[in-house]
């Protein structure tokens, strides 16, 4: 086999799997921002630019941005008014809102 056929061979494989990683993302955006807007109820209470939410009963995401894991804990456990939504979202929602705040909040 010709090195140049190698060459475009992995070319092509990277672009393959760096297009589905892409697609993946977008994905769990997308649902982490359905759930901010709806079964999370995020949006009553913070404001976040991208989700067009202004409530200001929690702190504004966009200008805390918070990091995955911290919003992991608040979502779980609850933070002062606000409730735990473990059991209540389920894991991948969960997973979905933080992936979707930790990345919209830095907008
Ligand atoms: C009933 C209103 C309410 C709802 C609903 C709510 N929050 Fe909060 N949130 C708050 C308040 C109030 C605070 C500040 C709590 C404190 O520091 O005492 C807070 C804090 C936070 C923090 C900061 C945590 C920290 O450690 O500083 C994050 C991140 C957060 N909320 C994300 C979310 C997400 C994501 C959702 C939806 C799944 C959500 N909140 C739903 C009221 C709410």
Known sequence: MGKLFLNLLSTLLILTFASNFQANADELFSKGKEVFLEAGN?????????A???????????????????IL?????????????????????IEAVAHYVSIAAEQ
Do not use: F, W, Y
């Open 42 to 50: 995020c949006a009553a209470c913070h404001s976040l630019s991208d």
């Open 73 to 93: 804990m608040a979502v779980k456990n609850g933070i002062g008014v606000m409730p735990a939504m473990e059991g209540i979202l389920s894991d991948e929602e």
């Open 52 to 70: 067009g939410s202004i409530a200001e009963i929690g702190p504004n995401l966009n200008q805390i941005r918070p990091q995955v894991q911290t």
